[in-house]
T-cell receptor, first 116, second 116 residues
Framework: DAGVTQSPTHLIKTRGQQVTLRCSPK?????VSWYQQALGQGPQFIFQ???????QRGNFPDRFSGHQFPNYSSELNVNALLLGDSALYLC???????????????FGQGTRLTVV | AQKITQTQPGMFVQEKEAVTLDCTYD???????LFWYKQPSSGEMIFLIY??????QNATEGRYSLNFQKARKSANLVISASQLGDSAMYFC?????????????FGRGTSLIVHP
């Protein structure tokens, strides 16, 4: 049984470009949350998708957007990349809109984004 | 003000010894949850233990226990009988009800190194 898978694992982009990160939730999970983890910091909640809608959002600008597909997989899009967007982007999957990770939520290994 | 404070950037412990990782939190919400996560170098966040604000007893999960002191607003993680595989970053996190949304907040983490 595959856990949460994220792709790509590493990515290098230039300032001003756009990037799309992908997440496949654990089998049976229908909710996906995205987090940004800058170097030396804890993860920061970006937003959560459930039933193909954004349910909750953290304090991130509109440059960060997302999507959830009928198979529950999700994408995180970041437009007009800034150097400060360089971070590890983590995806977590859970069941039925539970917002916060708990024993039933699983994280992927993340996508390391570097903006140059 | 920081909602979650982890004052120990790094901790060292001898294998088989116990270690306490500190966490203090700040909230005016009477209903909240406190979590500890482990993040090995591979990147994924691994759930360790949960304590609800109304729980009367300290949470325990195997070698992990949470020393919950509500009046002091502290939620320290105790790892008994440390193992080499416990070397990782450890994050304390809090979920609080803020206008009906449960936006999670993470601390900056503590790096634990277990010596043989």
């Amino acid at each position: 049984d595959a856990g949460v898978t994220q792709s790509p694992t590493h990515l290098i982009k230039t300032r001003g470009q756009q990037v799309t990160l992908r997440c496949s939730p654990k089998s049976g999970h229908d909710t996906v949350s995205w987090y940004q983890q800058a170097l030396g910091q804890g993860p920061q909640f970006i937003f959560q998708y459930y039933e193909e809608e954004e349910r909750q959002r953290g304090n991130f600008p509109d440059r960060f957007s997302g999507h959830q597909f009928p198979n529950y997989s999700s994408e995180l899009n970041v437009n007009a990349l800034l150097l400060g967007d360089s971070a590890l982007y983590l995806c977590a999957s859970s069941l039925s809109g539970s917002l916060f990770p708990n024993t039933e939520a699983f994280f992927g290994q993340g996508t390391r984004l570097t903006v140059v | 003000a920081q909602k979650i404070t982890q004052t120990q950037p790094g901790m060292f412990v001898q294998e088989k010894e116990a270690v306490t990782l500190d966490c203090t939190y700040d909230t005016s919400d009477p209903s909240y949850g406190l979590f500890w996560y482990k993040q090995p170098s591979s990147g994924e966040m691994i759930f360790l233990i949960y304590q609800g604000s109304y729980d009367q007893q300290n949470a325990t999960e195997g070698r992990y226990s949470l020393n919950f002191q509500k009046a002091r607003k502290s939620a320290n993680l105790v790892i008994s009988a440390s193992q080499l595989g416990d070397s990782a970053m450890y994050f304390c996190a809090m979920r609080e009800a803020s206008g009906g949304s449960y936006i999670p907040t993470f601390g900056r983490g503590t790096s634990l190194i277990v010596h043989p």
